[in-house]
């Protein structure tokens, strides 16, 4: 045996004695279509006790589903990153596809993303998409709108395109959120790191405008020399969840850092996040990021994570279903392959506890469903449910 074949060795008994004696949480290979939703504080080592909850694959075979939001008839809609919108029916699950969806590009972290229904769909018809375009060997981030109307798109109109265009493929965020008749979009820098604090592009920005394409003339860079209007708030990474707190009316993004860093951050009018002046992350592989974790002029999140548990969408939860819980903030996690739940305690967060994390199921959308349910997309082509055992 030579010296490489006894390190390995060496390796492989360190990670089983560290999984036999319960320091790292078991997971499974593949996670079976109904398991037990194990919930255990988010810093304990092994695996999470029963919580009394189970969670039940209702359909597993999406191609990459990213985003997705519910229709007043409890109608699912699941965009696929490959380009696809599909209709998920409320009591049999049937799947079918929605055709007149706009051509995106699937390339890199890019492609079909976020799905937004209109909160007075049952009169307007309006549903708002994220999707990456290209423009030669380059790529940007779209919003648009259409009506959903027998299974198709129609009077489809373009709202919204991040200039520029580039030829990375990263961080094109992107979720959506309307409020009180505004469009919020989020932006992520794109791969270009220093353009998250210049007010001339759209990278690493949260943008707004009317739910109809204009530009608010309250916006905070609407009168600045150079700054472009649809700016919100800037010196962000990769923002890729957002939701309205269901009391203070406050909307809160998650955003993915670097190595470590994941930041969970309230919108402030015309604040910077600082993004990549100040981070809580480092390079990949280890190295200093801008200077610090804090400097005069920008805003700290509210929670951070590091490790980084690979942020999606996040949701707040205010209903009754499950008996132990209270308020909470739902996160969605890629990389820890859980979700994350906070508790509300007034304006911020309490005690965090993590969900389904021996599953091994990568976490990428989580919502309320009008049943009162929690609906999370996960694990690269399911939509599954949390619900009480029976």
């Known amino acids: 045996m030579n010296k490489i074949e006894r390190h390995l060795q060496a390796l492989v008994a360190a990670i089983l004695v560290m999984v036999i004696s319960g320091c790292v949480s078991p997971v499974v290979s593949e996670a079976p279509s ?12 092994g695996l999470a006790e029963p919580s009394g909850l189970e969670m039940v694959t209702l359909v597993d075979d999406l191609d990459e589903p990213w985003g997705m939001d519910f229709l007043p008839n409890g109608g699912l809609l699941v965009t696929e990153k490959s380009g696809h919108l ?3 029916a409320p009591d049999t699950f049937a799947v079918t596809e ?48 259409a ?9 489809l109109e373009d709202l919204f395109t991040a200039q520029p265009y580039f030829k990375e493929r990263r961080h094109f965020g992107s979720r959506l959120l309307i409020d009180k ?28 405008l009317t739910e109809g394409g204009a530009v608010p003339a309250d916006n905070p860079f609407v009168d600045v020399d150079d700054a472009l209007p649809e700016i919100w708030t800037f010196g962000h990474r990769n923002p890729q969840g957002m939701a309205q707190h269901p009391y203070n009316g406050s909307i809160w993004v998650a955003e993915h850092g670097p190595q470590g860093g994941d930041e969970l951050n309230v919108l402030k009018r015309g604040a910077n996040y600082g993004w990549p002046l100040v981070t809580y992350g480092e390079e990949y592989g280890g190295g200093k990021i801008g ?63 993590r969900l389904l994390a021996n599953l091994n199921l990568r976490i990428r959308d989580v919502q309320t469903g009008p049943d009162g349910l929690v609906y999370a997309l996960a694990g690269g082509s399911r939509v599954i449910r949390l619900q009480v055992t029976q």
């Open 34 to 45: 109904v398991a037990a939703a194990r919930e255990g504080d988010a810093a304990m080592e």
């Open 86 to 88: 599909k209709l998920i």
């Open 98 to 145: 929605i055709q007149g969806v706009p051509a995106s590009v699937a390339v890199g972290q890019g492609g079909l993303m976020d799905v937004l229904v209109h909160p007075e769909f049952g009169k307007n018809g309006w549903i708002y998409l994220s999707y990456t375009v290209a423009e030669g060997d380059k790529y940007s981030t779209r919003v648009s709108r």
């Open 147 to 155: 009506r959903l109307l027998d299974g198709a798109l129609v009077d």
């Open 181 to 208: 008749g505004y469009l919020y979009i989020s932006v992520g820098d794109r791969g270009n790191r220093p353009l998250a604090q210049s007010l001339t592009t759209h990278n690493g920005k949260v943008i707004r």
């Open 291 to 353: 200077e610090g974790s804090h400097k005069g002029g920008t805003e700290q999140p509210l929670v951070y994570w590091v490790p980084s548990i690979g942020t999606g969408n996040i949701a707040f939860y205010t209903g009754d279903a499950y008996p132990q819980w209270i308020d909470s903030l739902l996160v969605s996690g890629l990389k820890l392959t859980r979700i994350s739940r906070l508790e509300l305690n007034g304006d911020g967060v309490g005690s965090e506890t």
